[in-house]
């Protein structure tokens, strides 16, 4: 027996090349929203925008991986980066409240520990995924929200910003176009009604690092004329993030609400665990059972053995990954 | 074929007896909270206390249950009871924060249509359980957090209370202890420890009704000495609170961010309807799990055939649930 075990390992040994740091399977994805995203409404300016943006994102992210740093520095490396480009509806770039405020919310995930952390609701935090691994690792808690989780951000020396930094042009006048519909449509705060036209403008990453250890972060400034203090889906563990190595990691980006009564981003992880479905196949399941109870939105998965799975159910979703040969791939519609 | 199908449709109406809506199977089950609760500590008045108001609250849901009311109706109907009284860390009775406020958590699910609510760190709503019937029933949104889920509940008429109906002589006793003892140990406010002897003070109910469908919620006070804004398992759909008519209703009380890491209560229905688990062997397991990574508490869960598991790694918790033969059973110890 030892004797076979021996030459087993021998030969593992002189068949497999010589791996370091630089060349282990280290693999990244990210997305930037899902929504309402035509070829037909989007200039050649703005896609070429987009396109840099996520390649930008998703090559320092790689770098990081391939310099051996953890999926968890990737990802909150990857997830700054995006929050800190005003196309994206995270950080500098988010939406406007119903009342012309900014509420960001993000959380992050270890898949090697399961710990997280999560923020919902913070108007000055300059990287809110920062502050939520923060929250993880200087906390005993998971979740904090508001102006306690600012308080907290104070004490941590974390970055913060005055409101206006927040302020983009283009997503105030998202803003009065949405409170000038609401108005000609007689429309009761009672009832908020979502846009037509969606866009979920969230940012996510999943990473597999080195040491084949799993982590996924999410990031968003939630909804255009958001109201009462709504919590989407990107600041709950299990809805919008969720990794665990014995599985997959996974970001989701969508109509929140869906997101987190189908428990979107745990499901693909269980329909793997117990159901045994590949990640594309739990991913693809997930994404069709939300869309049965009228959710639309999108995933992007990483499993332990590095395959990608980025399935979505709109007209499009920015996305990146690096496949096998180290190149950036970069989509945006169907 | 026709006549088989005829014939076995005939023998069965042959066969069941008579139901009204009054011997239709109905169950329902509650905790009020888990954690180090020892004989040796209660006196017989207290014990005396709990077990009467636990059998008040069973025996109020049941009887909601018998008159046909639906499970959603039963699980608010239970949780404004306990939330309205001063012995359980809920509405009422709920702990106070580190700044001497109460910030109350709710969720509450429907297993028929996968509908929820939740609302988290309101400090007004005298019963945080109907609020987040309300934003599910009322909003297009799942979740609402702080002040702008209290100006909800201001629009929507809701029973607001001044801070001091909260306030409560052995809560704030709970609280002074606390600071005491953070004073004398020289901890910092960056790393708040979790009090040794640790209750969790949370109310839950999961219930169904003579149609067959599902419901579950939870309520809390959160922890004592609660910093930051945090935000527990209580109102995260998913973790503390989890209904699906394919499965089973789940309401979790204990180490609020082990069950979120966890997604304690999605994982008991994943275990079911993946793993094809039973209700008590899902339970179990999950319960095992959060113990593995730390993590202590309880669940209660009800699955669609009307079996109900109780499942907790604690010295105590307080729980109930009616037989088969419609009586109380109410529980506190191992």
Redesign the interface.
């Known amino acids: 027996m030892h004797h076979a075990i021996l030459w087993s390992l021998t030969m593992i040994m002189f068949t497999m090349p010589h791996l370091d740091a630089q060349e282990k399977k280290v693999r990244i994805a990210i997305h930037g929203g899902a929504g309402t995203i035509l070829k037909s409404n989007m200039s050649p300016e703005m896609e070429k925008q987009y396109r840099d943006a996520l390649t930008g994102a998703i090559t320092a992210g790689y770098k990081l991986l391939r310099e051996g740093k953890s999926s968890m520095d990737a990802v909150e490396a990857v997830i700054r980066i995006m929050e800190d480009n005003p196309l994206f509806n995270a950080g500098k770039g988010s939406v406007f409240t119903h009342e012309g405020t900014n509420e960001l919310d993000a959380s992050i ?1 270890d898949g090697r520990t ?3 952390g999560a923020v ?2 913070v108007k000055h935090i300059k990287n809110p995924i920062s502050l939520a691994r923060m929250v993880m690792d ?12 600012e ?2 951000a104070r ?2 020396g974390v970055e913060m910003m005055p409101v206006e930094y927040f302020r983009t042009e283009r997503r105030w006048q998202q803003l009065q176009e949405e409170l000038e519909k609401e108005k000609s449509g007689g429309k009761i ?6 846009p037509i036209e969606k866009k979920f403008g969230t940012v996510g990453c999943v990473a597999l690092d080195v040491n084949g250890d799993l982590a996924s972060g999410t990031s968003t400034g939630g909804i255009t004329n958001k ?6 889906d990107s600041p ?4 919008g993030t ?1 990794a665990n190595n014995a599985t997959c990691a996974v970001s989701a980006t969508g109509d ?2 869906y997101f ?4 979107v981003a ?2 693909v992880s ?2 793997m ?3 045994k479905l590949s990640v594309q196949a739990a991913a693809d399941t997930v994404v069709a059972k939300v869309g049965r ?1 009228g959710g639309t939105g999108g995933v992007v998965c990483l499993d332990k053995g590095g395959r990608i799975a980025l399935s979505f159910n709109t007209e499009g979703m920015y996305r990146a990954y690096i496949d096998e040969e180290g190149n950036p791939v970069v989509l945006i519609y169907k």
Do not use: W
């Open positions: 995930m399961l710990k997280a919902a609701g200087q906390s005993q808690h998971v979740m904090m929200a508001g102006e306690g989780a308080s907290f004490q941590h705060n009672a009832l908020p009604t979502l109201k009462f203090g709504r919590v989407g709950i563990i299990g809805a969720y929140g609400e987190i009564r189908s428990v745990h499901d269980s329909l665990e117990y159901g109870i």
